[in-house]
């Protein structure tokens, strides 16, 4: 796949990564960046993520004349000023794809807001990240070897997917689809909720007085438990509620098995806890095995 | 420190890995396994951990004349018919020492079982570990910089207590100490809850009819979350049911964090969500760059 242009709206650690594995594959000609401060275009300048760099302030929507591809990376709260300004100003050769980690939420404001531009949009959510954000923490490997997920509109044009998948397959992917109401659940599950209970048992210990000692005697096993506590705050707000509906359904079955494993522990039924952990255990060293979750997982 | 000759009751990846630890430095002379398995001394030998093994079957008491130390790193479960066997038997030269990770019902099992022998035992818990058990899994550097903490008893004698310093800090681990009960509190928050936290997880969601498409859009974050989940079975059932009452204080605490945050989402409080978030991203952040974790927290 070549790129002659391509426009990151949001140079965060998604989209500076993304120009970054394009580039070190000489997939992409031009990479204008749009951003919200002018701090972070510099930094993303001088990983050389981006050719130039425009804010949000500024006329950033004349950048899309001639691109191919608009990748939309900010966090989902400002995809409606996003998509509300780009969508008037965008070519007709150029399809818009996004990296947000809700999707239904993500689909409403586009079909609120795109018009006719909505067939060459094909929203998407890579499965991949860090604790870490900025275009200072953006790596070109970063998409290599993970999952996209795809989660396409029925008015989506079969083209604007196929490119999409083209593009997110030069970084590195692999791209699978999903619809966005199974996807928002499903990642609910498995990347919503982990976050909050990581935030949560941080949260939680800082809040004593006496909170550095526990921190002071916490090892391991904790520090890859609360590895995702260090996320940002912003982005993870914006998730928490706009998956609103189904991590609500998420938490209320985890908090049902916490109290089923309180009540197990309280009268002593070492076969019931012991079922509940082997369950887990045998589960989660079959999903360590299958490479799924990433190729670093035999450390 | 020189060790001229070690026990180590129970050679699993705690005890195996203490006996690679002193062989690499030629702190210990000769190392005598003892296990439940066969199978597991074998292959303890095969690694060099020991120089021979007898199952807790046969007579292995009479292999107590003449250690130093007597490090027992079984299941806590298993230290009542340890200690009972171990205590007529034990040479007037040796310290024993421990490596549970629950201290409370081990001090009690102790005064219960270990007679005039007492003053010569030293609690301790390496703040160290791996999701995999066993001599295969045994490495030398396990202690390396990790924190062994002592829970001493007002009984325990001042020479006893040094030269269990002098063993763990041979290992190359930094010792501190707490009050058993203390240790039991702190740990249940920062460990154990942890464990059963991500054990809980990974249970809830192989028990949904489509569990395995949960597990199959699952990434990085998930995957360093439940890391823990894959521990042994056997030994989490014993700390979650010998640290039950400090584990049901933790679980509460943290069940009342979770009804919080599920009240934030459900009400749309931004703020509220934003703020725990950041509480937690923030004391995250500096505990790692704090090093206490571990070695391998910048990564």
């Not at 070549?2 to 594959?25: D, N, P, T, W």
């Not at 100003?89 to 150029?94: I, K, N």
């Not at 860090?130 to 997920?149: F, H, P």
């Not at 890859?224 to 940002?232: C, L, P, V």
Request: hydrophobic fraction near 50%; include cysteine; glycine fraction near 8%.
């Amino acid at each position: 796949m070549r790129i002659a242009k391509l426009v990151v709206v949001g140079v965060g650690l998604m989209g500076a990564s993304c120009a970054l594995a394009l580039r070190s594959s000489a997939a992409v000609g031009e990479v204008v960046g749009v951003g919200r401060s002018r701090a972070n275009l510099d930094r993303a300048l001088a990983r050389g993520a981006i050719d130039r760099g425009l804010t949000l302030d500024e006329d950033w929507t004349r950048e899309l004349a001639g691109a191919d591809v608009v990748l939309v990376a900010v966090p989902v709260a400002q995809y409606r000023s996003v998509f509300t300004a780009l969508a008037p100003a965008l070519d007709g050769r150029s399809i818009v794809i996004d990296a947000g980690s809700t999707k239904q939420d993500v689909v409403r404001v586009a079909r609120e807001t795109l018009g006719p531009c909505l067939p060459r949009f094909v929203p998407g959510h890579p499965i991949t990240g860090s604790e870490r954000s900025g275009a200072d923490a953006a790596d070109a490997t970063l998409y290599v070897g993970r999952q996209v997920i795809l989660t396409p509109l029925p008015e989506t044009a079969p083209a604007a997917l196929a490119r999409a998948e083209e593009f997110w397959t030069a970084c590195g992917a692999r791209v699978s689809r999903l619809d966005a109401e199974r996807h928002d659940r499903i990642l609910a599950a498995v990347s919503h909720l982990p976050h909050l209970l990581a935030f949560l048992l941080v949260a939680e210990l800082v809040s004593r007085s006496d909170g550095a000692e526990y921190l002071g005697n916490a090892g391991g096993g904790f520090r890859d438990f609360t590895r995702i506590a260090a996320s940002s705050p912003e982005m993870w707000r914006d998730i928490a509620l706009a998956n609103r509906d189904a991590l609500l359904v998420e938490i209320g079955a985890y908090r049902n098995a916490l109290d089923a494993l309180a009540m197990s522990i309280e009268h002593r039924d070492a076969k019931a806890v012991e079922a509940m952990i082997a369950k887990a255990a045998d589960a989660r060293r079959r999903w360590g095995a299958s490479g799924i979750g990433a190729v670093d997982d035999a450390s």
